[in-house]
Structure formats: C-alpha cells, structure tokens
C-alpha cells in the first residue's frame, strides 16, 4: 500500500473509532472503541481491528475508491490520489457472498483476456 493511502486511512480509522465511542451517535452500544490493529489487504484494501472496552474485539473492512486523476500537494509538492477510504462491519454473509464473488470474477478475467490481443496477437 502506498505511504499517502496508509496515511489517509489511519486518519479514517481514528475518526470511525471516535465516531463510534460518541455516546449522542444513533445506535451507540455503550463502549469505546481503540484502534488495535491495521491490517493492510492489498494495495487499496484493508482490515482494522478495534478493541472494545467491554473486551471484545471489532473487525471492519476498508476500500479505497479513487474519484479522481492524482493531483500535486502544494504544500508537500508530491504527487497524491484523489479518492477516499470506504468501509464497513462485514457479516458472515458478506464474507461468504465475496468469497463467490472472486471466484466468478477469476472467471470472468479469464474469458476476458483474450480481448486485449488481435488475431495475429492471441496466436
């Protein structure tokens, strides 16, 4: 994962964790929650794990959506992705659902990659 993705999304774990520790937010469970651990999935997906203060632990996965070409920070005059970090307490069924969606999606790279070459190319 790039430094400016990693950067950014701990700055959205942090903010999901006070978010949800907020005894006047809807739906408040009457815990706190602190940032356990980061785990980085892939180049633009993640899993954090949230401790509670009741004990237990939280898992929420993260994705990042890119909205935009990069674009020059004047202040740090490096070049940075335009997008933003997406996330959410999966279920069973979330993970199980996503489970078969990989594999239909292999198959679907598979029969489309044929497509990127001309008929003298695919020979």
Known sequence: MEKFLAVSLKKQVLLKAKEYSDPQRPLYSGQT?????????????????FQ??????????????R???????????????????????PTDGHILGMMQFAEIKNAVEKHNFEFNFNEKEKK
């Open 33 to 49: 929650f602190s940032l356990h651990k980061i785990i980085s999935l892939s180049g633009d997906s993640a899993a954090s794990i």
């Open 52 to 65: 509670l203060s009741g004990g237990k632990k939280s898992i929420r996965f993260w994705y990042w959506i």
């Open 67 to 89: 909205t935009g070409k990069n674009k020059k920070n004047p202040l740090t005059d490096k070049w940075e992705p335009q997008g933003a970090w997406f996330g959410f307490f």
